[in-house]
C-alpha cells in the first residue's frame, strides 16, 4: 500500500502570508493527487485534483504542484478564512490513504 | 444542485451490523464514482471504500476488507455502505461523497455525515 505523509502537522501564519504544505507518497503516483480543506464539525472540500488543478469555485489564492512522490499545496496569500485543516490524499492506488493533515491556524 | 444525505448511522453494540444510505440528487448518479469516507471524533479522514459507476468494481481500506460491503442502486439514486462485526474502533462519522470521474480522481461533494457510534 502506499503511504501519504505530509509535513508540518500544523503551521501558524499571519494575514497575507504564504504558506507551502508538503506531501510525500512512498511510492510514485504520477498526478494522482488530491487536496482538501476541512473545517471544524463540516464536511472535507475538494481544492486540488490531479495535482495542480484548481476545483471550480476554489479561490485562486490555492494552488497545487507536483508529480511522482512529492507535492505542495500553497496558499499564496493567507486569509482568515482559511483557517483550516489540510489533507491530501493519492487517488489512483487502491487503497486511497489520506496523510495525517496540516492545521494552519492565523496568527 | 448536488445533494448527498447520509443516513442509518446511529448506536450499535460490538460485533453486530448496521447499514448506510446516501440518497444522492442533483446529479447523473449512475455517471459518477461514490466514495465512503469516516472520520472519527478528533481524528483525520479516513477512506473506507469507492465503487465505480456502474458498480462493478469496488475497492476497500485494508482494515474493512471483508467486513464492510459497498453497494449502489443506479435506479434508486443510493449508495449503500453495509457494515458487519463492528468494533469499537469503527466510531466515526461516515461520509459519502461524490467522484468527479468514474471511479477515482476527487472527491468534488460530500454529505453532511453520519454518526456511527458502536459501544455496549
Known amino acids: 500500500d502506499i503511504q501519504m505523509t505530509q509535513s508540518p502537522s500544523s503551521v501558524s501564519a499571519s494575514v497575507g502570508d504564504r504558506v507551502t504544505i508538503t506531501c510525500r507518497a512512498s511510492q510514485g503516483i504520477r498526478n494522482w493527487l488530491a487536496w482538501y480543506q476541512q473545517k471544524p464539525g463540516k464536511a472535507p472540500n475538494l481544492l486540488i485534483f490531479a495535482a495542480s488543478n484548481l476545483q471550480s469555485g476554489v479561490p485562486s489564492r490555492f494552488s497545487g504542484s507536483g508529480s511522482g512522490t512529492d507535492f505542495t499545496l500553497t496558499i499564496s496569500s493567507l486569509q482568515p478564512e482559511d483557517s483550516a485543516t489540510y489533507y491530501c490524499q493519492g487517488t489512483n492506488s487502491f487503497p486511497l490513504t489520506f496523510a495525517g493533515g496540516t492545521k494552519v491556524e492565523i496568527k | 444542485q448536488v445533494q448527498l444525505v447520509e443516513s442509518g448511522g446511529g448506536v450499535v453494540q460490538p460485533g453486530r451490523s448496521l447499514r448506510l444510505s446516501c440518497a444522492a440528487s442533483?446529479?447523473?448518479?449512475?455517471?459518477?464514482?461514490m466514495h465512503w469516507v469516516r472520520q472519527a471524533p478528533g481524528k483525520g479522514l479516513e477512506w473506507v471504500a469507492v465503487?465505480?459507476?456502474?458498480?462493478?468494481?469496488?475497492y476497500y481500506e485494508d482494515s474493512m476488507k471483508g467486513r464492510f460491503t459497498i453497494s449502489r442502486d443506479n435506479s434508486k439514486n443510493t449508495l449503500y455502505l453495509q457494515m458487519n462485526s463492528l468494533r469499537a474502533e469503527d466510531t466515526a462519522v461516515y461520509y459519502c461523497?461524490?467522484?468527479?470521474?468514474?471511479?477515482?480522481?476527487?472527491?468534488?461533494?460530500w454529505g453532511q455525515g453520519t454518526l456511527v457510534t458502536v459501544s455496549s
Open positions: 465503487i465505480s459507476y456502474d458498480g462493478n468494481n469496488k
Open positions: 442533483g446529479f447523473t448518479f449512475s455517471s459518477y464514482g
Open positions: 461523497a461524490k467522484d468527479l470521474g468514474i471511479l477515482s480522481l476527487g472527491k468534488d461533494y
